[in-house]
């Protein structure tokens, strides 16, 4: 088997890590990564995608790796930055997927977990050149989210300000405008860093305006909390090749 290739590459000012497959070229992700995690854990993940004939990019997260370091795991810390870190994601992936069309063939899906899924829930939002997309242990639902996660921890309500800034950018609304992009969320149901509550919430407001259901599916995974599961794995395959394969 050959081995496969990668490289660091700057990408619109963005460390990045790529992945060339050894076969042909089927499709392109971008595969972002998780709060208080490096591109380089997620090499193991985006090889095994991209032997499956994927050209793979790992875009590092604002304020992680070579662009700075936060005490992740402050509560204080999380609350201050976590909005930032991910408004600045979404438009840098954004660029990102901008230069990457100009620059090679292939559709393009955006694959993320935890942090990453928000990041990949908003660029599929707003940028029509985003083939599909895969949420993993993530959210489409920023307001109620955000509402949701207050409210369990005992934290103050939402400022105003806060949530019109969410509304603005929140996905659902981008969604329901324009829902005919495939998505797949995965979620562990005894997720307790992003619980699926949101999740669930986005998947029954879509299911109210008629969206098919073979196009975004919510498939929850029992007795798990915030990781990547084999049986996601199988699921990100699945449906990367009923997507992408077609369009070859």
């Known amino acids: 088997m050959q081995r496969i290739s990668d490289e660091y590459q700057d990408i619109c000012g963005v460390p990045c890590i790529i992945l060339e497959p050894s076969s042909k070229q089927v499709g392109q992700i971008l595969l972002y990564h998780g709060w208080g995690s490096t591109i380089e854990s997620y090499k193991f993940f985006a090889s095994l995608i991209s032997s499956w004939g994927y050209r793979v990019i790992i875009p590092e997260l604002p304020c992680h790796g070579e662009r700075g370091n936060l005490s992740y795991f402050d509560k204080e810390t999380l609350q201050t930055n976590f909005w930032p870190v991910v408004f600045q994601g979404v438009q840098e992936a954004e660029e990102i997927v901008t230069e990457i069309i100009q620059n090679s063939d292939g559709p393009i899906t955006v694959v993320g977990h935890s942090t990453g899924g928000f990041i990949t829930a908003g660029t599929y939002a707003k940028h029509r050149q985003v083939q599909s997309a895969i949420v993993i242990n993530g959210s489409c639902a920023w307001v109620q989210f955000e509402e949701l996660y207050r409210e369990k921890n005992g934290l103050t309500p939402i400022e105003a300000s806060t949530k019109s ?84």
């Open 165 to 248: 800034l969410l509304q603005q950018n929140d996905p659902i609304s981008y969604i329901r405008m324009n829902n005919e992009k495939p998505l797949l969320l995965l979620h562990c149901q005894d997720d307790t860093s992003i619980p699926i509550d949101s999740q669930i919430y986005f998947i029954n407001a879509i299911a109210t305006e008629g969206k098919p259901a073979d196009h975004i599916q919510l498939i929850e995974f029992p007795r798990v909390n915030h990781q990547i599961t084999l049986g996601m794995l199988q699921k990100i395959k699945e449906f990367l090749d009923n997507i992408l394969l077609p369009l070859r």
